[in-house]
């Protein structure tokens, strides 16, 4: 399996970034008005009807339903797939672009962590540590994996990046956030 053309392994990747794209609507919807992102089961905006799993293919399923609710017709917003779509293409680019490898599972990471990232930022001025911390992990376990014998310098990257952005929040903490630090962390990690 592992000797598989790059080609299967970036729609397998792109699939994935799919599903990842899927519940970055959740978490771009629910997590800067503090709602859980396990419940209550996805469902309408305008009806509050719980959407059948049949209703939640990423971007298919809005495609098939023409973007209007099953059950009231309401109109459903061209976001929820252009977010998956974003998370699955990035996925799926990655893994062309760097291989079937830690560096195109770091890229591949990188970029569906980055759609909800910069939803989020952009209309709330926040950026998720539900997302960046666990993306940084999976990041530098995947740069330490790469180069196990110079595990230290993808350490010393993700550890700058984030210190020098601290430095700055410390010298003027009104120009960004703790959540640019974080995000640096991760930026650091990959790059």
């Known amino acids: 399996l592992l000797g598989a053309p790059t080609a299967y392994w970036a729609i397998v990747a792109g699939m994935v970034g799919l599903a990842f794209g899927s519940f970055a609507t959740v978490v771009a919807s629910r997590w800067p008005a503090g709602g859980s ?28 339903l023409r973007g209007r609710c099953r059950g009231c017709g309401a109109p459903v917003s061209w976001r929820y797939p252009a977010i998956e779509l974003a998370s699955g293409l990035l996925a799926a680019g990655a893994i062309v672009g ?27 001025r926040l950026i998720p540590d539900i997302i960046v911390l666990p993306a940084a992990a999976v990041c530098l376990a995947a740069a330490i994996a790469a180069d196990p014998r110079e595990w230290w310098v993808s350490v010393a990257a993700a550890l700058g990046a984030a210190g020098f952005l601290f430095l700055l929040w410390v010298v003027h903490p009104g120009g960004m956030g703790l959540g640019d630090v974080k995000l640096a962390l991760l930026l650091g990690a990959v790059l």
């Open 98 to 124: 760097f291989g079937p490898t830690w560096e195109g599972l770091s890229a591949a990471v990188l970029g569906v962590a980055l759609v909800p990232v910069v939803v989020i930022a952009l209309e709330h």
């Open 37 to 64: 992102l396990v419940t209550p089961r996805s469902q309408c905006t305008s009806c509050a009807r719980t959407l059948s799993p049949l209703e939640m293919v990423p971007v298919l399923s809005w495609v098939a």
